[in-house]
Structures are given as structure tokens and as C-alpha cells.
């Protein structure tokens, strides 16, 4: 038996919230906690920020049905979920800041008998370097008096309740006897498998998912360069590779963005710097490659202060969400070469770019794309794969980076521009 009815769910982000709404929707009674005010005031009133539909829909079922309840401190529950950010410190470690303050704040509320889970991404020894040593703070044996687990989230944007509701996952306890309780737990509100293992193991494999994801995209970028200095096209290598049973090349674009993968490989880089220099190298060439497009767009004649627009703020296609996107590291190459920019995208309407770098966003292309010297596509939004070259008339420019291959190549030749393909030579009329 896992012994839960009531759950308080710590961070009502991305993670936290569709997490607790499911948790409601199952028969749960649950608290949503979060130190953010405007979230717990929109949520009091029913309305969830969140824009994927069906987390909206869930969310205010959960609120209308009196399951779910917000405030901004946990009161006494059986089961507490941590679902905070862990984001990257400057010095390239884990800052788990906001993890400590969660678990700190809540401690008075954690009595004997409680079963307490982090879902934080967070670096190998966490769950019991920060979690266990807060709660024997409080004067709680960690393996004793209460269950504490570590099950990282594998959610992917866009598909957040299939994704937590049919998921495998991977439960690591500090005793047998928490991996076994969490299992119960998570197997009496999902639908997919779950592996019990330490919550050391736990917290590894999480890290590693997203490192295998970085590692491979960035295989997939130097295949590019290699493409463009040999006058082939990637794609076309790479849709040739894929052929073969036991290859799947993944496709090289700008960089990546999210919050998980251009992240998490940090958590490891930080504690093994010899053993994870693969894994370090494999940031550079992702965090370099928007950088990298721009070189080659200014070496196909881009003219020095120049405005440039780009299109798609998103890190991911038909995404709304910006964090960490690959746009982010070029506006910042642009701000540092002198060039003047505009940034376009059909979802996004946030985003914020460090340095005091101004990201006022449009979703109108035409204005974007007038009296622009040339164009950047960031993005795979479905909306730019049908862009014809008469949308570009606008422009005083004809140059066009294409740094996720939606363009018709061809076709802009024809019309008279030079074309910029990430992985394939450069095309223009008469090259
Ligand atoms: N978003 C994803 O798709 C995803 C996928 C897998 C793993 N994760 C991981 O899940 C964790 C949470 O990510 P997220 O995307 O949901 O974050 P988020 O930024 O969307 O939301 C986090 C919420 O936590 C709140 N918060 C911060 N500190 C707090 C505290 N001390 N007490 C109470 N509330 C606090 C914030 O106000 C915010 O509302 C991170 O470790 C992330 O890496 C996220």
C-alpha cells in the first residue's frame, strides 16, 4: 500500500501542475504550492498559464472539483512531490537553490509516515545531499521515519499529459521500502511501467537520457560542417545512413534549446569534467552553432550593421516556449557583431534574452520581413515549411540563412536569392 489520499505538489510549473491536476483527477486530494503570487491569484481564479489545451482543460477540472487547492506554503500531507527548477549556475554546476528553499519551507509540514519525492532534474547524490539532510534537520530519520524518492519527469512539451500519464519511469529510493512505496504511488496515477532502482541510479539515468540526446545532435552538427566544407548535403547523407538497420543519425539544426537538454549534461560535465569531455565538447558545438550560421551567412556578403530577421523565437517547431532557444545565443552574436534585428514567431509571445538585449517579438511576417537585409529561420515551426519566396518581397536584402532546412531551395534561386542551408554549400543563381 502506498498509504497516500493527500499530496502536496511543490511548483506549479510545467512539471508541477499538470503533475497535480492528475493527481486531483485520479481521486487525490492535493495542494498546489508555489512561492509565485500571480500563480497561486490565476490559479484561485480558475485560469492555468499554461497554454498546451488539454493542461489547461485538466487544470481547471482539478480547481472546479475541489481536488485541487493552491497556496504559497505545503500544510501536513502524506506524500509531498518537488517539481522546482534546477537551472544551470554560471559556474556550470547544478544550482539547487530553489530545490533546498522548497524542501526547507515545507519541512514543518513533513511528519513521520510521509512519503517525499523530488521530480527536479537534479545531479547524481542530490536526493540525498539536499532532501535527507533537510528532513534530519527537522529531526527525521531519512530511512526510518520517512520514504524519500527521486523520480525524474520525462515529459516532452507539447504532449505533457500523455507523456506523464503513459511514460515509463525510473523510481530510485533511498530504502527499498521508499522505491517500492513511490512505485505504488506513481503506478496509481499513471499507465506506464516503472523500474526501481537507488535514487542514485535514478538521478544518473535522468542525466543521461539528455546527454545521449546532446551528444547525438551534436554528432549530427559536425556531420553538417563537414557536409558544407565538402560541397554535399547532409540531409541527404544522413537520409541515405538511416538506411542502414542500427544507425539513426539525428538532424543537425541551430542548436537546442528547453530546458532539459542544453542543461543537463552541465550536472554531469561539473562533477566529471575528464570523464564527460565528450560531453563538454558536444555543448560547444551546440551552443556555438547558431554563431556559426551567422558566420556564413556574413561570408554569402551579409553588409556589416545591417538589420536581420529572424524567424522563430521557439526552441522547438509549434512550441510557444523560448527558454533557452538557440534565437537567445544568436541575438546575442548579432549584439556583439553590430547588426540591428527583429525576431518573428507565431507562438511565442514571452521571451527574455540576457544583457539587456531587447527581443520585442512580432507575429506578423510581413513586418518583420520589411527592409530586412536578410533573414534567419531558427525555427521549425510547420508555418515557415510553406513559405513561398514571394512572402521575402518585402526584404531590401536577399540572403537567407535556412538553419532548419524548411526552404525549397530551388525555388528562391529561382527567385533571385542566395540561400544559406545549415549542412549543405551555400546556393545562389549561377553557384
Ligand atoms: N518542463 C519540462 O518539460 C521538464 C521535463 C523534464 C524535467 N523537468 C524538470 O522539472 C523541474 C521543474 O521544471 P518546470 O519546467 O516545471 O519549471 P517551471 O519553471 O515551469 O516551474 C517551476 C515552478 O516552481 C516554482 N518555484 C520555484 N521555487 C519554489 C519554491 N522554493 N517553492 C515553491 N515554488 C517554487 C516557480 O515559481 C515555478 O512556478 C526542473 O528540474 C526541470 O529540469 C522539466
Known amino acids: 500500500m502506498h498509504n497516500v489520499r493527500t499530496v502536496a505538489v511543490i511548483g506549479l510549473g510545467y512539471v508541477g501542475l499538470p503533475t497535480a491536476a492528475l493527481l486531483a483527477r485520479a481521486g487525490f486530494d492535493v495542494q498546489g504550492v508555489d512561492r509565485d503570487p500571480e500563480i497561486i491569484a490565476e490559479l484561485e481564479a480558475g485560469e492555468c498559464r499554461l497554454s498546451e489545451r488539454e493542461v489547461a482543460a485538466i487544470v481547471r477540472d482539478a480547481i472546479a472539483s475541489g481536488r485541487l487547492s493552491v497556496a504559497a506554503n505545503a500544510e501536513p500531507a502524506d506524500a509531498f512531490i518537488i517539481c522546482v ?179 543537463d549534461p552541465w550536472f554531469l560535465i561539473d562533477r566529471f569534467p575528464e570523464a564527460a569531455s565528450l560531453m563538454r565538447m558536444s555543448r560547444e558545438i551546440n551552443d556555438g552553432q547558431a554563431a556559426r550560421l551567422l558566420g556564413r551567412l556574413e561570408e554569402a556578403g551579409l553588409p556589416s550593421g545591417s538589420t536581420v530577421a529572424i524567424l522563430g523565437a521557439a526552441y522547438r517547431g509549434n512550441l510557444d516556449d523560448a527558454r533557452e532557444s538557440p534565437t537567445i545565443r544568436l541575438l546575442s552574436a548579432l549584439a556583439d557583431r553590430g ?28 513586418a518583420t520581413l520589411a527592409g530586412a537585409d536578410a533573414a534567419m529561420i531558427m525555427t521549425d515551426h510547420s508555418a515557415y515549411r510553406m513559405l513561398s519566396p514571394d512572402k521575402f518581397d518585402g526584404m531590401s536584402g536577399r540572403l537567407i540563412a535556412d538553419g532548419r532546412r524548411v526552404l525549397h531551395v530551388q525555388a528562391f534561386v529561382e527567385a533571385g536569392y542566395t540561400v544559406v542551408p545549415l549542412g549543405a554549400p551555400l546556393a545562389r543563381a549561377g553557384v
Request: hydrophobic share 45%.
Open 85 to 263: 527548477p534546477t537551472p544551470v549556475t554560471p559556474g556550470g554546476g547544478a544550482d539547487m537553490s530553489m530545490v533546498e528553499a522548497a524542501i526547507n519551507a515545507a519541512a514543518p509540514a513533513i511528519a513521520a509516515g510521509a512519503l517525499v519525492i523530488l521530480e527536479s532534474t537534479s545531479p547524481i547524490g542530490a536526493t540525498r545531499d539536499v532532501i535527507a539532510s533537510a528532513l534530519v534537520a527537522r529531526g527525521l530519520d531519512p530511512e526510518a521515519d520517512v520514504d524519500i524518492a527521486y523520480c525524474p519527469e520525462r515529459v516532452f512539451p507539447g504532449a505533457t499529459v500523455r507523456e506523464i500519464l503513459r511514460n515509463d519511469r525510473v523510481v530510485g529510493g533511498l530504502t527499498e521500502r521508499a522505491a517500492s512505496r513511490a512505485k505504488l504511488f506513481y503506478r496509481s496515477f499513471c499507465e506506464g511501467g516503472v523500474v526501481t532502482a537507488s535514487a542514485e541510479t535514478a538521478e544518473f539515468a535522468k542525466l543521461m537520457e539528455n546527454t545521449f540526446r546532446d551528444v547525438n545532435i551534436a554528432l549530427a552538427n559536425a556531420f553538417a560542417l563537414i557536409a558544407e566544407d565538402a560541397g554535399v548535403d547532409v540531409m541527404e547523407v544522413i537520409g541515405a545512413a538511416n538506411r542502414h538497420p542500427r544507425v539513426d543519425v539525428l538532424s543537425p539544426g541551430p542548436g537546442v534549446g528547453g530546458h532539459c537538454i542544453p542543461v
Open 339 to 366: 547588426y540591428a534585428w527583429r525576431v518573428h514567431d507565431p507562438h511565442v509571445r514571452r521571451m527574455s534574452a540576457p544583457g539587456g538585449i531587447d527581443a520585442i517579438l512580432s507575429d506578423d511576417l510581413t
